[in-house]
Structure formats: C-alpha cells, structure tokens
C-alpha cells in the first residue's frame, strides 16, 4: 500500500547535520501516527553525505529511500527528482539543515487534513543575518510586483503539497524552475501558516546573495512576461522624451547658433540611454536563454541510482504503468545499491 505521507529532503554536503536530523525526523514522523516514507535526494554531494545516507537506509529501509543524482543539479530540480519517486498522498519538503524543524511537520498535515492542497509557510523569529531578511523581502515585493504568484515567505522550503499537486508539477517539463512557485500555479486551495524556525548550527547555507538575485530572475523569467512589458513601455517613454529633445535642440541650434556648453550634459543624456538598452537587451537575453535551455530537450537530471527496499512485483508493475504516462524527463537507472 503506498504510504500517507511523502517527506522529501534534498541533500547538498550536509554530512555534519545528517545524525541529527536523523534523530529528530523519523520521531516526529512516527508520532503522527500514520503510514510514511521519507525521500532523501542527494544532489551531488562531495562530502561524506552519501555514505550517511546509505547507513540510514540500511538502518530504516522499510520507510527511508534514497536517490542519489550523478551531478549537482540544484536544489529544486533535486526536489522534482523526488517528486517522481514519491508514493504517499501528502508530500512535505523540508531542508536538511533543521532550521526547518521535523516537529513543524504535524502543523502542514493538519492544514492539509483540514483541505488544503498547497500549504506555503511563514518563518516566526527568523533566524537568519540581517542581509538575508532584507535580501527576501526585498525579492519578495519584486516578485508579486512582476508575478501572480502571492508566496509571503519564498525562502523556506518547509511546505506541503497534495498528490494532485504534485502529480501536476511531475508532468512540467520546464527545466529550470521554482517548485513551491510552479506548484502555487496548480493549487485550489493554498493556504499559509506560520512555522518555527531555527538558527543553523552545522554547515553553510549554500545561497549566497547571487544565488538569491539568480532565483528571483528565473522567477521573474519563469512565470511572468512583466520585464520585457515593463521595458517595452519605458523604451517608447524614452523614446518620445529623447525625440521631443532633439526637436528642442534642433530647433536651439536654428535661432542659437552652434553651441558647446551642453556637450557633456548630452554625453550624460547618451549614457543613461546606453545603459537602459543594455539593461532591456540583458531582460530579453534571459527569456532567450530560457527559451534555449529548454529548446535543447536535455535530461533535467540524472538518477545514478536509488536505494530502495524491494516491493511485490504487482506494486512494482503498477507505478511503472503510472510512470510511463509521464514524459520523459530523466536518464538514469534504478538500482537496490550504488557506490558510496
């Protein structure tokens, strides 16, 4: 029988908080008291995490599994990976770090038990540095100003999703994207709740302020045509001032005479116009760039192997049927063990 519940964590050199996360997450999900599968996905890591990875599914293989992905691919398209190989009925995603903590976990199931489809979370006391607060918040006004998708907190991945959620996300074939963003966009009833939220005490975040800003362009980018109406309009404004300009400048040198005085001030006037067709080539060559990212129909990831307990065959035949009816997005293969 497939589980009630999915917890899926993607995993990036976190070999430090891997034992306590151990520790704190399958207590949490046994004291719901209900049928679970936890979904580890290592995105490439080059640290000691594999090797972790494998100890606990050998420890828990009856609800831990593990896919592993031959190259770092990022964290969202880490969590699309195990999207696919997810069973249960409600799938949370939560970061390996524990400043989402496990305990949190019973709140999005009570959401979703209450109707939920999609439940978006709030940090309460965030912990993090003061630039990485302003950094979100300031990304956060961009995004709602250029995009539909209302997300009060985008940085905390602790968030959960219906089947049909994300059975609906599993059948995109975008290949670069933001998974609670693009799951928004299928929900009917997404609704936000407020979470805990703690203060990493092992490893290293692994987005940096050019990480953020990449993000938010891809978010921009990826589900809205906003920028290039935004510099479509500013162009044909600037356009109009710059020509009622020459027109006045024109018409000074017919009553004036030649004149040399305002010769930098133009200089000024040809920069800033310089500068405001290099930010609107730079907005078109990102839609360009996605465009060719995805015209080329390569692998979005690929599943070196996945650590799994053997199931009955009739099991087995009946997902590989549901499978197949999805596009084909991946290239890797399906093992019991992999190489640490």
């Not at 999915?6 to 891997?18: D, F, H, W």
């Amino acid at each position: 029988m497939s589980p009630q519940l999915s917890a899926v964590i993607p995993v990036y050199n976190e070999q430090e908080g891997l034992p306590l996360l151990f520790e704190r997450l399958y207590p949490a999900l046994d004291a719901l008291g209900r049928s679970y599968e936890v979904v580890f996905v290592d995105d490439g890591s080059t640290d000691g995490s594999v090797a972790q990875l494998r100890r606990q599914f050998e420890r828990r293989p009856d609800v831990t599994r593990v896919v592993l992905l031959a190259r770092n691919a990022g964290q969202h398209l880490a969590i699309l990976a195990a999207f696919a190989q997810t069973r249960g009925a409600y799938v949370i995603t939560l970061d390996a770090d524990l400043q989402n903590p496990p305990e949190e976990i019973a709140r999005i199931v009570a959401a979703m038990d209450a109707g939920a489809d999609y439940v978006g979370t709030i940090r309460r006391s965030r912990r993090d540095v003061l630039w990485r607060k302003a950094a979100s918040r300031l990304m956060n006004r961009l995004r709602e100003g250029t995009t539909s998708i209302r997300i009060t907190d985008q940085g905390c991945m602790l968030r959960g999703y219906h089947r049909s959620v994300v059975d609906a996300v599993n059948h995109c074939t975008e290949v670069s994207t933001y998974v609670p963003a693009l799951a928004y966009t299928f929900a009917r009833h997404p609704v936000e709740i407020e979470v805990a939220h703690a203060e990493r005490m092992l490893g290293q975040s692994k987005y940096s302020l050019y990480r953020l800003v990449r993000l938010n362009f891809d978010l921009m980018t990826g589900f809205s045509t906003a920028p290039l109406q935004f510099f479509s309009l500013a162009g044909t404004v600037i356009a109009v001032i710059s020509l009622l300009l020459v027109a006045y400048l024109a018409i000074r040198r017919l009553i004036v005479g030649p004149e040399a005085e305002g010769l930098f001030t133009l200089f000024g006037i040809a920069f800033f116009l310089i500068g405001v067709a290099l930010i609107g080539l730079g907005v078109v060559g990102e839609y360009v760039g996605r465009i060719y990212e995805q015209v080329r129909q390569r692998p979005r990831y690929t599943v070196a192997a996945v650590l799994e307990e053997p199931r009955p065959a009739a099991e087995r035949l009946a997902e590989d049927r549901a499978v197949s009816d999805r596009p084909a997005l991946v290239a890797g293969a399906r093992v019991q063990g992999a190489p640490e």
